[in-house]
């Protein structure tokens, strides 16, 4: 191989490498420039919110399997049943009430 | 012109070599990363079970996983293992030696305001299809799908409404249904602006039963149901909250929540919802950890259970 050849060969080798490097560093970092690539661990939940201040009107429990009220607001099912409960088995024995 | 070209080619050279060591260095170093990324299996031993809509993993996204061990552990006795990872530390929350969740401390970039939060982690069993429901139905695909060795298959979304959650289809099957001791989670609440309509939008994703459950405040509080159990609620953000954002929240059962929530104050965690009797008897409240990451506290006695069996 000539001088010449040899040295625009390297030439050409340094622009991909170069070329190579950029691409790594556009797509390298995930969300977030962390670990994201495999896990996506970075903050998603917008900051700035308030997530309390509530009264008395914070009620977002489970209810106990109780009657439910007929004519949900949409397609959703009317009170013929009980509302299911949490599950309330034992840990590695019978499956709970549904 | 030779003198040029002789100078422009030993630079190209040097640049070249340098290039290259870079690059294998840091190609040495990704291989390295992802070798030595591990997080655990949600269920060990794995089983075949699949609970399409439950919750089945939680992360906190911290921005100090030491101080968020000490917080968490002294509040419910968790222990943790941690998993080598580069860029970002994780560990394992564990109860009675049970996996309960991760802590996560993200390798973010500083300067830049960051909300701490429990990501919520919703059973599917396909994530790609899942994504394709997902866009289909109003929401923003946030990072992924991506498979994660021993985890299995995630995405993370934002719904129509902006609350932020994940998919996750488990390669260890999911964890079976029983009651949670107290220290585990035990109850997830959605709260938006429109529950009927982001109902609608998680019943096409996961295959939710919607039910209205009673209530007297008169807000709206939709039960999300799969394999006929309660598996979340969507409830209603006060129309005057102009700061608030809809959110999931996920609860911890507790044998009694103002002791738990007085215990997290001193712990350097803060109450944002006081102690209340909630819709199934016992009470619950709204914290933050130190960092400001919100988590619930929920009371459920035996006789709750027993109660409810009747």
Redesign the interface.
């Known amino acids: 191989m000539s001088p010449r050849a040899r040295r625009a060969g390297l030439s050409a080798l340094g622009l991909l490498l170069l070329t190579g490097l950029s691409s790594c560093a556009l797509t390298w970092g995930g969300y977030d420039g962390d670990v994201g690539l495999a896990f996506g661990g970075g903050y998603y939940q917008p900051y700035g919110y308030d997530y309390g201040g509530w009264g008395p009107g914070y009620h977002v429990g489970p209810g106990r399997g109780g009657p439910v009220r007929g004519g949900g607001p949409g397609n959703f099912r009317a009170a013929s049943r009980q509302a299911p409960s949490i599950p309330n088995g034992s840990r590695g024995g019978s499956r709970g009430r549904r | 012109m030779n003198r040029i070209?002789r100078s422009?080619?030993a630079t190209?050279?040097a640049?070249?070599g340098c290039?290259?060591a870079?690059?294998l260095t840091?190609g040495v170093d990704?291989k390295a990363?992802?070798a030595s990324?591990e997080?655990p299996p949600v269920v060990e031993p794995a089983s075949t079970e699949h609970h399409v809509g439950k919750v089945i993993w939680v992360?906190l996204?911290t921005p100090d996983l030491a101080a968020a061990k000490q917080f968490y552990g002294g509040l419910f006795g968790w222990t943790f293992n941690d998993f080598p990872?580069?860029?970002?530390r994780?560990a394992v929350a564990l109860l009675d030696g049970r996996p309960v969740g991760g802590l996560?401390q993200?390798?973010?970039?500083p300067g830049r305001?960051?909300?701490?939060?429990w990501?919520t982690f919703i059973a599917v069993s396909d994530v790609d299809a899942a994504q394709r429901a997902a866009l289909a139905h109003g929401a923003k695909v946030?990072?992924?799908p991506?498979s994660?060795?021993r985890r299995g298959r995630?995405?993370?979304f934002?719904d129509p409404e902006?609350a932020?959650f994940?998919v996750l289809a488990s390669s260890s099957g999911d964890p079976?249904?029983?009651?949670a001791?107290p220290g585990e989670w035990?109850?997830s609440?959605l709260?938006v602006r429109d529950?009927?309509?982001d109902?609608?939008f998680y019943k096409a994703l996961f295959g939710y039963?919607?039910?209205?459950?009673?209530?007297e405040?008169g807000?709206?509080?939709?039960?999300l149901?799969s394999?006929?159990?309660?598996r979340a609620?969507a409830?209603a953000l006060?129309s005057e909250?102009a700061?608030?954002?809809p959110?999931w929240?996920n609860f911890v059962r507790v044998v009694d929540a103002a002791d738990a929530a007085a215990k997290a104050v001193s712990l350097g965690g803060?109450?944002?919802?006081e102690p209340?009797v909630?819709?199934?008897?016992?009470r619950?409240a709204?914290v933050?950890d130190p960092a400001g990451a919100?988590f619930?506290l929920?009371e459920?006695s035996d006789s709750?259970?027993k109660?409810?069996?009747k």
């Open positions: 070209s422009f080619s190209a050279t640049v070249g290039l290259l870079v690059v840091v990704l990363m992802a990324l997080f992360d996204l990872s580069a860029g970002a994780y996560l993200p390798a973010a970039p305001d960051r909300q701490p939060a990501l946030l990072f992924g991506a994660v060795e995630q995405a993370v934002a902006g932020v994940a079976p249904d029983f009651m001791a035990i109850w609440a709260l529950p009927a309509a109902a609608s039963e919607v039910i209205e459950a009673p209530s405040d807000l709206a509080h939709l039960i149901s394999d006929e159990y309660a609620s409830n006060p909250s700061r608030r954002h959110h929240l803060r109450v944002l919802v209340h909630d819709r199934h008897g016992g619950v709204v933050a919100p619930g929920m459920w709750d259970s109660e409810a069996a």
